[in-house]
């Protein structure tokens, strides 16, 4: 991370390159127990928080990421009523799960209660669902919660998690797999941010892997844009508990009773389609 001159700029070294943007000034910084939060105001794209020098959130972009991690898993399950989100402490996936009205609980697991308290104050927007009756919102370790979860009781599990370093390190292992799928019922699904394509092969990988290791059947990464992060290019891996990755409840995303941004049928169809490259190089 670098501060010059009227701009935050991260340097992401591994792929000699970097992401800028003008800021007004920080509004905020916090040091909590596990990592340090930051909020800057900036010229074009609104708010922007920073955890540990990394980029994590703008008030301009942030649909591209809550609607990608959130929709498609939502809409690839036949009845999704019980989701538990891991991470995702800007609440702006937790948001998104609540716009279907099939859902009866969504469940909030994150380590890092400062993070939601910058949120409350600087991104509301991404709030509007705490009070939902149907939310519930844990400052606890998400490993610790899936390894204690009972068995079969999740539908959906979404990991809305850092880059696998410092809290978010252990999400991205066989072991918290394996207490995924055991808290997964049978047709339960799980869905993990998993970097970039164009960078982080090899993690994407291995997560692949861990995910088939651990007892899921079947494994499908889609994409999406993220202007914000390195390579400005993201995604998603989704497994299954059982059978494979369909193309989801076409005829129910068309009808969705619910405005989006991004996410929409055509979006959804997209997102599973994969370059040659990556046709290629992943495995699992």
Known sequence: MSLGKGWFTEVYEQGGSAFSLKIKGKVHEYQSRFQKIEVYETETYGYLMVIDGCTMVSTRENFFYHEMIAH????????????????????????????????ELAQQVDIDEGVTRAAEQYFPELCASNNDPRAELYFEDGIKWAAEADAGFYDIIIVDGTDPVGPGEGLFNEAFYRSCVRALGKDGLLVQQTESPLYHMKLLNDVRLAMKSAGFTGVHTLTFPQPIYPSGWWTA????????????????????????????????????????FMKRELKG
């Not at 036949?78 to 989701?83: D, E, L, N, Q, S």
């Not at 941004?261 to 370059?275: E, F, G, I, S, T």
Request: hydrophobic share 35%.
């Open 72 to 103: 498609p898993v939502l809409f690839t399950h036949p009845r999704p009523r019980r989701v538990l989100i891991i991470g995702g402490g800007d609440c702006g996936t937790l948001r998104e799960v609540l716009k279907h009205p099939g859902v």
């Open 237 to 276: 891996t989704i497994a299954t508990r059982s059978g494979a990755i369909t193309g989801g409840r076409e005829q129910d995303i068309l009808k969705k009773p619910f405005e989006t941004v991004y996410y929409n049928l055509d979006m959804h169809r997209a997102a599973l389609a994969q370059p040659e």
